[in-house]
């Protein structure tokens, strides 16, 4: 099972620390990050392995948007089959 | 590597263009129940309710959590309660309602349909006492629904249950005064009714449905207007190639969590209701979309034209994001629940005859419209008939929601708050058709060959 994870919002240091430090706390393994800033905005796509998550699927986006809050920024984390279903036969 | 492009495109779905996910309906089967004794019969009902639906609310919750997709409603739909009631007294039926009322309370959940009869070809003595009981049963209960269907294209139309209609419905305004007539949204009649419909008032557990079953409806209005806006002066055949693949795309999610809330629940997955249900908040209105396809307002001549193209290209697209479909199916056109709706009845470009076109070619009927006060019963019983007969000679599910709200004029509205929104009262054609509905009796079913 894998996840998205989108970040969007004012750039600042350390956002991907930031992200990646809630993701190594509870047991998500990162596999990939697309990420690009435009003029001071930045946006990340982050993509990541669920399976040996420590705490429940829904903890774990409460977690993120917790972290989006004390940032500034605007953090989802979503199950990959609504993108998949969604835009795939 | 999961496409940036899709990622971006059903985020800014679900955020800016309010796609959700309306309801997860748990149909209920009660034949179970059925017991001489109303007490025993209420009990058995109570328990069998909120032990099948037990874990739905927290299921829907973490189901959304799951794919960041708002669930709206988490319903509960049972078997017509006139069936399982049989001949208990009205008095009976009261306590059923209350029944359904307190199991609704003790589930967390926002609505429970099925205080219903079936009665297009005659009535039972048990259709015949709960029917008679209904303004009561909505006025003491909140979240209680209940629907009659009153004709079928192979039974016909009962007139006799038409004329017992109008009469609950302004009894029901009538003991709702003091809340808008609020009874009457929780009350729709109905022809052709679907067994398998997870939306309200109109939701039960047919009579050939399972032990339970997961039915979804999605909605989306404003992704379909989004994608007609950024498809830009593109003829009507790729205007309905954008409807479908944007239909399509919604459906695709309703299945996805139709199959997740079943996986969860261990409960067989019953259907995915392809329906655009609109809500009052701006952006997510049929009307807007039937606008953006080029009308200057809903109900402007062309209405009728372009809301077939919609609901048809909404079926074609969705028919195969689903592995099975039922319910309404199509677009809905519920006036107080729809900003652009509203803001056409109120500049007058809407009225109730260019809706009544309007349901011969997509989803419902006459639904949560507001009429005045005093509009005669046999009017409202007139209004029904003929919204039920275009449904019986076209084969199609058509049902009359009214709101005749008391003490109110034409030009005046009503509001409901919440997803039930803001009623414009609309003007009435009053000529009187009573002698017509007095007749009683039934209209005979029609007839299938030679079809003009």
Redesign the interface.
């Known amino acids: 099972m894998k996840a998205v994870i989108t970040v969007t919002g004012k750039d600042t240091v350390g956002i991907i620390a930031d992200v990646a430090g809630v993701c190594a706390k509870n047991g998500a393994n990162i596999l990939d990050i697309t990420q690009s800033v435009l003029s001071e905005y930045f946006a990340m796509i982050m993509l990541a392995d669920i399976n040996e998550l420590k705490v429940d699927f829904s903890d774990f986006v409460d977690a993120l948007e917790l972290l989006g809050k004390q940032k500034g920024l605007v953090i989802h984390a979503m199950h990959e089959d609504i993108f998949n279903t969604m835009h795939h036969i | ?4 492009q ?2 971006l ?3 800014n779905m679900i955020r800016e263009e309010c796609l959700d996910i309306r309801t997860i309906t748990m149909g209920i089967s009660l034949w179970d129940c059925v017991s001489e004794d109303t007490d025993r019969l209420c009990t058995k009902i109570y328990d069998k309710i909120t032990k099948k639906a037990e874990h739905l609310v927290k299921t829907g ?2 189901i959304e ?5 708002p669930i709206v409603n988490k319903r509960v739909s049972v078997t017509p309660v006139s069936l399982v009631g049989g001949n208990t007294s009205p008095d009976g039926y009261i306590k059923i309602a209350k029944t359904l009322q307190r199991a609704a309370d003790t589930l967390g959940i926002n609505f429970i349909g099925g205080f219903s009869a079936l009665v297009q070809k005659g009535m039972t003595v048990g259709a015949q006492n709960m029917i008679s009981v209904i303004p009561e049963a909505l006025t003491e209960t909140q979240n209680v629904c209940s629907s009659v269907n009153v004709a079928s294209t192979k039974a016909g139309i009962n007139m006799d249950a038409i004329a017992l209609m109008g009469s609950a419905i302004k009894r029901a305004a009538y003991l709702t005064r003091d809340n808008n007539s609020i009874a009457c949204a929780k009350l729709v009649v109905f022809a052709n009714v679907p067994e398998d419909n997870p939306f309200m008032a109109g939701a039960f557990c047919g009579i050939g449905e399972p032990e339970t079953a997961i039915n979804v409806g999605v909605s989306g209005p404003g992704v379909v207007a989004s994608a007609i806006r950024r498809a830009g002066d593109c003829d009507l055949s790729e205007l309905a190639d954008v409807i479908k693949k944007t239909a399509f ?1 919604i459906t ?2 309703g ?2 969590v139709a199959n997740e809330a079943a996986k969860r629940l261990d409960t067989p997955f019953g259907i995915v209701d392809l329906s655009l249900a609109p809500t009052p908040a701006v952006g997510d209105s049929v009307a807007y979309i039937l606008e953006e396809m080029g009308l200057e307002s809903c109900g402007a001549h062309g209405t009728t034209a372009a809301l077939a193209m919609l609901n048809d290209a909404v079926k074609k697209g969705g028919v ?1 994001a689903s592995s099975h479909v039922g319910g309404l199916s199509g677009a809905f056109i519920p006036v107080s629940e729809d900003a652009g709706m509203i803001a056409a009845a109120e500049r007058g470009a809407l009225t109730l005859e260019k809706l009544e076109a309007m349901t011969a070619v997509c989803s419902v009927g006459l639904d949560m419209i507001a009429i005045p006060g005093d509009t005669p019963e046999e009017v409202i019983d007139g209004i029904i008939a003929d919204e039920i007969a275009i449904g019986v000679v076209n084969t199609k599910t058509t049902a009359v929601r009214l709101i005749p709200a008391y003490g109110k004029k034409a030009g005046e509205s009503v509001e409901f708050g919440g997803l039930l929104g803001t009623a414009p009262i609309m003007d009435l054609n009053t000529y009187s058709p009573a002698r017509f509905i007095r007749r009683g009796g039934r209209i005979p079913a029609p007839i299938h060959s030679l079809k003009n």
Do not use: F, S
Request: cysteine-free; proline content about 0%; glycine content about 4%.
């Open positions: 590597m999961i496409n940036t899709d990622v495109e059903t985020i919750a973490d959590k799951m794919y960041g997709i795309k695709r999610v299945q996805l195969m």
